[in-house]
């Protein structure tokens, strides 16, 4: 199975890829990512973003806290012979720029493959993002970064660290003003919208409007044509469409689950299940954006093209909070009014309100 993890700032972005060994404690938390096999970080307004693999991050992250440790204490640390072969080299341009280069390989004189400059706000983002893995248990437990402190003798005369963290300073008190005004700012008093009155037909059509008044906001009175049954032009209304919204979609889409399994036959390749797991997974971390309070398991159903053709909220919460999950987006709502010929697969789908997303055969 595979498993993600995410961890997001808003300059920076760290995915990670992986497996879990067999034998790795299921904890109630979630699985633990024991294997690593793709890393990708997310630069805001940078492109394209960074991939590789363990090695890849893990000198991703020796370098961006080696670098930070520097940048923040003004001591330039000794370089050994081994950092000159890391993949990843972070050096430092002017006062708010900072060159992240990513090299093809481990020999020292390769050309660089993709160079990334990035602003001090930037660079702390990705610290940031550095500093939420190692606090993840679940994660990698066994890699830990090897800290040693640094002798002042090493030290050189520099610019201060409070001159260059100001970018981030100058953003950070920013947020601070406005969030002094926001709090003399009065709160608003929500008031519950009055329920409408039914009003008869008959009421309806005895209304007249003069040429020289205005209509209400939102009111368009119709006439009912001669020699249409109202009754039954109520009855149409109430069964397709209720208030510009048609019923008969969102009843197709809670019960699409159980219809698509009555008309479809079961995905048994292990290859195929592993595929379609990959792609829903892809699929709805992409399209998540709204974060939730509690975790949300659903039954996803996924056609043998990939498409989304059934979802059902498995625990209370996943019922209520189901605005806030792209799934309904996402289902292709042209295969539902149509037969489905096409085989299945179910999977578990859990939305965790600390942002991570678990995709696993049901």
Avoid at 170 to 179: D, E, I, T, Y
Wanted: with cysteine.
């Amino acid at each position: 199975m595979t498993i993600q993890r995410q961890y997001s700032l808003p300059n920076c972005k760290l995915v990670l890829q992986g497996l879990s060994e067999t034998g790795s404690p299921n904890l109630s938390q979630g699985q633990v990512l024991s294997i690593l096999t793709n890393a990708e970080c997310h630069i805001q307004g940078q492109e394209p973003s960074l991939t590789g693999g363990r090695d890849f991050f893990e000198s991703l992250v020796r370098q961006v806290s080696s670098y930070a440790q520097e940048f923040l204490s003004g001591i330039s640390l000794p370089r050994h012979q081994s950092e000159s072969q890391e993949l990843v080299h972070l050096q430092k341009i002017d006062t708010n720029l900072h060159r992240l280069t990513v090299f093809e390989g481990n020999v020292q004189d390769q050309k660089p493959g993709i160079i990334v400059d990035l602003n001090t706000v930037q660079l702390f983002d990705l610290v940031e993002a550095v500093d939420q893995f190692f606090a993840d248990s679940l994660t990698l437990p066994g890699f830990s970064l090897a800290v040693r402190p640094v002798s002042r003798k090493d030290a050189k005369l520099g610019e201060p660290v409070a001159q260059k963290v100001i970018p981030a300073a100058v953003g950070m008190s920013g947020l601070a003003l406005a969030s002094l005004a926001l709090f003399f700012v009065p709160i608003p008093e929500v008031q519950r919208p009055k329920d409408p009155q039914p009003q008869s037909n008959e009421s309806i059509n005895n209304l007249e409007v003069s040429p020289n008044s205005t209509p209400e906001p939102g009111f368009n009175p119709t006439p009912t044509p001669e020699g249409l049954d109202s009754s039954s032009d109520a009855t149409i209304n109430s069964s397709d469409e209720v208030d510009g919204v048609d019923t008969s979609e969102q009843t197709l889409t809670q019960e699409n689950s159980e219809t698509s399994l009555t008309t479809s036959s079961k995905i048994t390749d292990e290859a195929e299940i592993q595929r379609l797991e990959n792609l829903l997974l892809e699929k709805i971390n992409n399209a998540w954006t709204i974060g939730i309070n509690e975790a949300l398991i659903y039954r996803v159903t996924v056609a043998s093209d990939g498409s989304i053709i059934g979802y059902k909220p498995i625990n209370p919460a996943a019922a209520d909070e189901v605005d806030k999950i792209p799934l309904p987006d996402l289902l292709n709502k042209q295969a539902l009014g149509e037969e489905n010929n096409q085989s299945i697969v179910e999977f578990k789908v859990l939305f965790q309100e600390n942002g991570l997303l678990e995709v696993e055969p049901w």
